[in-house]
C-alpha cells in the first residue's frame, strides 16, 4: 500500500508557463523525494509597460511517502 502527500508550490519563469512548471518540479524534486505528479492550479503572468516579464505558476506536487 501507497501513501501520497500533496503541497502546494508557486514558481516563476521569466521565459515561459512550461519553463516556470518545469522549474518548480525540478525545484520540488530536491527537497521532496519520489514526486509522482503535479497539477497546475492556476497561472498568471507579471506585466510592466505592456511586457510580460514574469510568468508564474502555482501546482499542486504529489509524492509518494516511503516506509
Known sequence: M?????TE???SSEKSFDD???Q??????KTLKNVKGAWI????AVVESGKIVEY???MKVSFVLKD
Open 2 to 6: 501507497s501513501v501520497a502527500k500533496v
Open 9 to 11: 508550490i508557486i514558481a
Open 20 to 22: 516556470a512548471v518545469a
Open 24 to 29: 518548480g518540479v525540478k525545484r520540488a524534486d
Open 41 to 44: 492550479k492556476d497561472q498568471k
Open 56 to 58: 508564474r505558476v502555482t
